[in-house]
């Protein structure tokens, strides 16, 4: 397959790559994949444990293990790598073909390691990879809330130009949508999930609406408005409704044993919420796993610093008087400095590479420097694996036999989007009281 010259294009290529091995982890789990590779290797990959549960455990583990491993060779390999110059790049965005191939190798291998294994990566290593993607992941929603609402506050500060009105009904607007739908998720929480018994749900439910109240008021206080006055309730809102998403999706994906989640007993739709579902949340990691491959770690356009260098030397000689005529173009600004003996000889030679690429820079977005960092782009990528496999495997339901497994389907699950949730909150409130308690450091 051919090299990608934009960076978006190789960022989609990963994240559909993330998304189809999570997929097939997922199918994995179910009753018919198991019968299938078995056949397939003639009974070959049949464990010692006699359960299909347990055996849909170590498959799910050993794929996600191999992309794992994949992605951390490919971060070591583009070590230091900072601009599609470097050769190496092409790890990153070309060979594609041998790219897969070796994906596929890894999965192949992975089925020929012991299990005892993968109980030990599963239970450790994995499972605190996933932790760190969780953090990682509510840390940039948050600033994902600052970004957003300080762009629309900075374009409506521009005055009257023609999208001055845009910019302020699309930052009321989206703050107003986002209150609105966290409380209608309240409400239908406190209809459908906060029977009687239902404590745990209605503990949760309540606790989100309190916390909720609390950074709206937070935010509009006056100390905080001083000490950032781009701070408001449009970042308040999103993280609102996310964390009350976080919430909902914690009570509806939870066990009904408490008879406390009647979407598990609606059988006519069961198996359309469990595929659309698991789909859903496999499309949310892959999306969140690009976005934090890539935010925070950018690394911005690179300049040549030989051309820089180059431009100060011929800046100096107008000043010293070597050169008494301005040249009609750079290209004899270039030779004007090498007659007068500022530059060496080679310069006009590199000059000359530059012109030539600056044709390729059209196309390629990180010619003169990597939008992001490329080694940290796989160890996120290396996490986000952890984290599918701990979700799809915590506290599985040795119960189940359905074709169709549901994904997150467990306390564990549901417990680690509510603590989510509330973590979210702290790290949002953090970040608007740290500017008062820390007085007197900068922050962006």
């Known amino acids: 397959m051919s090299k990608f010259r934009s960076s978006i294009a190789t960022r989609i290529a990963y994240a559909m790559m993330l998304l189809v091995n999570s997929i097939i982890a997922w199918i994995m789990l179910t009753p018919w994949a198991i019968r299938k590779l078995e056949h397939l290797t003639l009974d070959y990959m049949t464990f010692k444990c006699g359960s299909s549960d347990c055996y849909g455990y170590f498959a799910v583990q050993r794929i996600n293990f191999a992309l794992g491993i994949y992605h951390l060779l490919l971060s070591v390999l583009l070590i230091g790598v900072q601009s599609t110059k470097d050769t190496r790049a092409g790890l990153q965005n070309g060979f594609w073909g041998p790219k897969i191939l070796a994906w596929l190798a890894f999965v192949v291998i992975s089925f020929l390691i012991p299990e005892g294994f993968f109980l030990f990566w599963g239970n450790y290593v994995a499972y605190f990879g996933a932790m ?20 629309c506050q900075d374009k409506i500060d521009e ?136 935010q925070g770690f950018a690394m911005g356009n690179n300049t040549n610093t030989k051309k820089n260098k180059y431009a100060q030397l011929t800046q100096d000689d107008y000043e010293h008087g070597l050169v008494t005529q301005q040249p009609a173009s750079r290209r004899e600004i270039m030779r004007a400095a090498v007659e007068s003996g500022a530059l060496p000889a080679s310069a006009l030679d590199e000059d000359s590479d530059d012109e030539e690429e600056t044709e390729v820079s059209t196309k390629d977005d990180e010619r003169q420097g990597t939008q992001y960092n490329y080694s940290l782009f796989h160890i996120i990528f290396l996490l986000a694996t952890c984290w599918v496999a701990t979700l799809l495997t915590q506290k599985m339901d040795p119960e189940s036999s359905s074709d169709f497994s549901p994904v997150g389907r467990t306390y564990w699950a549901s417990w680690i989007k509510i603590i989510s949730a509330w973590v979210c909150y702290a790290i949002y409130s953090w970040t608007l009281v740290a500017p008062i308690v820390l007085e007197g450091r900068e922050f962006s």
């Not at 990682?136 to 957003?148: C, M, S």
């Not at 009570?251 to 059988?267: G, S, T, Y």
């Open 159 to 294: 005055g009257d130009g023609p999208n001055y009105r845009l910019w302020q009904v699309l930052l009321m607007g989206s703050s107003l949508g986002m209150y609105l739908a966290a409380f209608a998720m309240t409400g239908v929480m406190y209809w459908y999930f906060a029977g009687s018994g239902c404590s745990m749900n209605i503990s949760a439910i309540t606790i989100n609406l309190v916390v909720l109240c609390v950074i709206t008021l937070l935010s509009v206080q006056p100390a905080i408005q001083d000490a950032n006055p781009k701070a408001g309730l449009a970042q308040a809102a999103m993280v609102a409704v996310y964390c009350t998403y976080l919430t909902f999706s914690a009570v509806a994906m939870e066990p009904d044993d408490k008879h406390c989640n009647p979407l598990v007993r609606a059988r006519g739709a069961r198996t359309t919420t469990v595929v659309m579902g698991a789909i859903v949340t496999m499309l949310t990691i892959a999306y969140t796993t690009t976005r934090a491959a890539t």
């Open 132 to 151: 760190l993607f969780v953090l990682l992941g509510l840390i940039l929603l948050v600033d994902l809330a600052h970004t957003w609402a300080e762009l």
